[in-house]
T-cell receptor, first 115, second 110 residues
Framework: DVKVTQSSRYLVKRTGEKVFLECVQDMDHENMFWYRQDPGLGLRLIYFSYDVKMKEKGDIPEGYSVSREKKERFSLILESASTNQTSMYLC??????????????FGPGTRLTVT | EDKVVQSPLSLVVHEGDTVTLNCSYEVTNFRSLLWYKQEKKAPTFLFMLTSSGIEKKSGRLSSILDKKELSSILNITATQTGDSAIYLCAVRTTGNQFYFGTGTSLTVIP
């Protein structure tokens, strides 16, 4: 069964802290994504990666960085957390365009609160 | 600028009603359009559409893509309270980017 897991369901951090959000998928997918979801704004893409050590900025990369050292793991890093980064963070993965079905599979989400 | 727009933003109906949710897009290098249902957790996949005019159906849900009009609709017939959710539309590009709409919040009243 397809599985995308995220390291924490709920996280509370202080302003200025460095925050790591981890995402692991077991489907051997090439593509992995980090989104944040806020009321009224929908899902917004922060970064995505189409291969190990490769990354591309999404719509809102400011204040975030990512790391993809292994195919199954994609980390989102908040170098210095700020209150406007309080949000639900969703990780997703998908296979390459050549696959018959290539919808995204989402993790359960991490609700991050920065105080 | 690439974008995906969904309408209406929210909808309240009674059980048994039929609803139509709309998604329009302006995305270069379109590859496919996807519909998701999101309840209290992460989105779950409903349909993927790549060709115009071919209806995808799953139970009471169906969807169709119109590439000429750059739009898609999601129909739900005989709605049930369990259909209450946010329905998300996304467009995937040939470059593997996904653009999401803000979603339509559907509430089905018993």
């Amino acid at each position: 069964d397809v599985k995308v897991t995220q390291s924490s369901r709920y996280l509370v951090k202080r302003t200025g802290e460095k925050v790591f959000l981890e995402c692991v998928q077991d489907m051997d997918h090439e593509n992995m994504f980090w989104y944040r979801q806020d009321p009224g704004l929908g899902l917004r893409l922060i970064y995505f990666s189409y291969d190990v050590k490769m990354k591309e900025k999404g719509d809102i990369p400011e204040g975030y960085s990512v790391s993809r050292e292994k195919k199954e793991r994609f980390s989102l890093i908040l170098e210095s957390a700020s209150t406007n980064q309080t949000s639900m963070y969703l990780c997703a993965s998908s296979g390459p365009p050549g696959q018959v079905t290539y919808e995204q599979y989402f993790g359960p989400g991490t609700r991050l609160t920065v105080t | 600028e690439d974008k995906v727009v969904q309408s209406p933003l929210s909808l309240v109906v009674h059980e048994g009603d039929t609803v139509t949710l709309n998604c329009s897009y302006e995305v270069t290098n379109f590859r496919s359009l996807l519909w998701y249902k999101q309840e209290k957790k992460a989105p779950t996949f409903l349909f993927m559409l790549t060709s115009s005019g071919i209806e995808k159906k799953s139970g009471r849900l169906s969807s169709i893509l119109d590439k000429k009009e750059l739009s898609s609709i999601l129909n739900i017939t005989a709605t049930q309270t369990g259909d209450s959710a946010i329905y998300l539309c996304a467009v995937r590009t040939t470059g593997n980017q996904f653009y999401f709409g803000t979603g339509t919040s559907l509430t089905v009243i018993p």
